[in-house]
């Protein structure tokens, strides 16, 4: 009877038994779902983490264009570089980190700063754990070696050569072409878009900047296979999607008008000067042959070749310099043209009728114009209009916006004709626009008043009116040609780097400046003898064997002495700017100059005789590149630099009525 009633002991264990069925059951169902969202769902995610674990991108660097100038020879290039990367994640902050360290002989402090950093980036949940980190850039040879000799035992790092902006003439033409920098975080913003990522450099200023999207290129990269420890091993087929590489695209190379020589002896016609800007223009293309501001900067220490203590003293420098070697003075500085101006305002008298040229006016060294005396340099006695350019005379000027109606609209029209007042658009750096003060404008300028002797000093090129260098130097060229006001081009040609042509820019005629020809003769005739006969101002100064036609100028300053400044310490920045404009050869006219030797003094003695030099060391130039094409090309091994043609390239224009050149 007691076998027939069941044990209480066997129902909890089968109570017991259910729920451990239905335990192992849901456990089973969670795997099954587990595996499925894990094998199924998310099959492609999972698999691409697993790939990355054994395949890694490498990044594969470009080649920056070179740029050269137009006979060929290099001005700004790439020299190789080393720069260590590393991913955070798979270093070993125990024991490779130390060696790493060891192998790149880094100190203390910066070791400090750098496993810090390296830490952060660990500790934190940003993709940057997982991607190469700039670790340390231009390494020496002796821890490329190093780095390279254990390259086993130091997985997570990479040696990738990069190149480095190299600069052979230093501070020659450094405007010009600019420099590179690192990439900020606050563009890099913006710029990551474009293909940009931390560490890279791109151009800030000059020719560097404005045509970066030619020359940056675009890098490639490459996938690999790696082991465990990062070590990268042969094979990959079946595990590595393709395509498995894309070679970097090299940048296009820049072939510009200046000419390295007439730069280098630019530079050695300003040896003797603080600061200024020398601007040649070749007057039939608009053709930039030389464009120099003074005092430069090293392009080489600012584009970080020597690291970045180097680049921070150089800014230093840069910045606390009173001479302001960072601002471009042939473009971005706009100042005074001085008496450099009077051919203009002849201009506007004689295309207005409002003067006969052969009449004279008697200077005795002063006009008395209302309460105020406005004074000339001499007393020139009886002047006519072409002698008064040729002697420099302000009376004469003073008498034509007096008396002859010349006032200050007719002067800023004529003036706004050569291109005065506005900007070139040459595209490089940042452009003064300079000012062509108007009666209108000076009115509201001075509150409501107007006085007649803004026109007075506006017509010897004093008072408000400023131009640029290069303003300058294209308003004489137009003088010289005829009247063809040129855009300035400073790029020739765009080539690849195997030196096919891929784009060629021709000159570009800005206006055609409508000037009766007996007036434009009067002018040349005008400075001409301002060079070569007695009296002239550059008479003095002149230089055997150099033919040109000219006209020096003195500026006076106005500046203001800031609270407890001394005088006798600023007494360089209260002199007059130096100033000389012209074009050779007088008979036919190929290239026109233009110098400023700021705060230099009179313009006859310290800005004509550099003037002279330049045009000497042209015309040099272009003897030896006669001899060349005479010659013909140069046997294989030659240097390059020295082949290449005439200087300006094209056959001097004939001026209207049929005569090369002014009369």
């Not at 264990?13 to 239905?22: E, N, Q």
């Not at 054994?54 to 740029?67: P, S």
């Not at 450094?174 to 474009?194: F, I, K, N």
């Not at 070590?231 to 070679?247: A, C, K, Q, S």
Request: hydrophobic fraction near 40%.
């Amino acid at each position: 009877m007691s076998l027939l009633v069941q044990r209480s002991d066997v129902s909890e264990f089968r109570r017991r038994f259910r729920w451990i069925a239905l335990f192992m059951l849901l456990a089973l169902l969670g795997l099954i779902v587990r595996l499925f969202y894990l094998q199924i769902l998310e099959s492609d995610e999972n698999s691409a983490i697993a790939r990355e674990n054994i395949v890694r991108r490498i990044t594969l660097a470009t080649t920056r264009g070179i740029i050269r100038d137009r006979n060929g020879e290099v001005l700004a290039a790439s020299r190789p570089s080393y720069n260590v990367y590393v991913v955070p994640r798979r270093l070993d902050m125990e024991t490779v980190w130390p060696r790493l360290m060891q192998y790149l002989g880094v100190g203390v402090d910066e070791q400090a700063r750098l496993q810090t950093l390296i830490t952060a980036i660990r500790a934190g949940d940003s993709p940057r754990k997982n991607q190469q980190i700039l670790l340390k850039e231009d390494i020496s040879r002796d821890a490329v070696a190093s780095l390279k000799t254990h390259e086993a035992e130091l997985p997570g790092i990479d040696v990738v050569p990069v190149p480095v902006r190299y600069y052979p003439f230093e501070e020659v033409g450094s405007h010009v072409l600019g420099y590179m920098a690192e990439v900020d975080a606050e563009r890099l913003a913006t710029l990551r878009s474009e293909g940009y990522v931390e560490g890279d450099r791109l151009g800030v200023v000059g020719i560097e900047r404005a045509w970066e999207s030619y020359l940056r290129g675009t890098r490639g990269w490459e996938k690999v296979l790696v082991d465990a420890r990062g070590r990268r091993r042969p094979g990959g087929e079946g595990i590595i999607d393709d395509p498995r590489r894309v070679d970097p695209i090299p940048g296009r190379d820049l072939r510009l008008t200046l000419d390295a020589g007439i730069q280098k002896s630019i530079d050695k016609a300003m040896r003797g000067q603080l600061a200024g800007g020398v601007a040649m223009v070749d007057v039939r293309t608009g053709r930039i042959l030389g464009l120099y501001s003074k005092p430069g900067y090293d392009s080489n220490a600012l584009s970080g070749g020597s690291g970045k203590q180097v680049i921070r003293d150089a800014f230093r420098r840069l910045y606390s310099d009173p001479l302001k070697p960072a601002l471009d003075k042939t473009l971005s500085g706009a100042y005074p043209p001085g008496s450099t101006f009077k051919p203009f305002t002849a201009l506007a008298a004689l295309e207005k009728g409002l003067i006969d040229p052969r009449q004279g006016s008697q200077c005795r060294g002063a006009l008395t114009f209302g309460k105020r005396t406005f004074r000339c340099t001499h007393v020139h006695g009886a002047v006519a209009m072409q002698r008064a350019i040729t002697v420099s005379c302000n009376v004469y000027f003073y008498r034509l916006a007096a008396e002859y109606g010349v006032g200050m609209d007719l002067i800023a029209e004529m003036g706004q004709r050569f291109g005065f007042g506005a900007r070139t658009g040459i595209g490089i750096n940042a452009e003064a626009s300079g000012r062509m003060p108007t009666k209108a404008w000076m009115t509201l300028r001075n509150k409501g008043q107007f006085r007649l002797g803004f026109g007075l000093n506006a017509a010897i090129g004093q008072g408000a009116t400023t131009v640029t260098v290069l303003q300058l130097a294209l308003a004489y060229a137009a003088l010289a040609n005829g009247g063809t006001l040129y855009q300035p081009q400073i790029v020739r040609a765009v080539e690849t780097s195997a030196g096919t042509v891929v784009q060629e820019f021709s000159p570009r005629v800005r206006r055609q400046i409508e000037l009766r020809p007996e007036n434009l003769d009067l002018v040349h005739r005008a400075m001409v003898g301002g060079v070569n006969e007695e009296g002239g101002t550059a008479y003095r100064v002149r230089v055997a064997g150099v033919d040109m036609a000219g006209k020096t100028g003195t500026a006076q300053v106005s500046h203001k002495l800031a609270r407890g400044q001394e005088a006798e310490k600023v007494w360089y920045f209260n002199r007059e700017h130096a100033w000389f404009a012209g074009y050779a050869p007088t008979r036919a006219p190929e290239v026109a100059v233009v110098v400023l030797v700021e705060h230099g003094g009179a313009g006859g003695k310290h800005a004509a005789p550099v003037a002279f030099e330049v045009i000497r060391a042209y015309q040099e130039l272009e003897r030896q590149h006669r001899e060349v094409q005479t010659k013909g090309p140069p046997k294989p091994g030659a240097n390059p630099s020295q082949a290449g043609s005439r200087p300006g390239g094209e056959r001097p224009r004939k001026r209207p009525g049929g005569r090369g050149g002014p009369r």
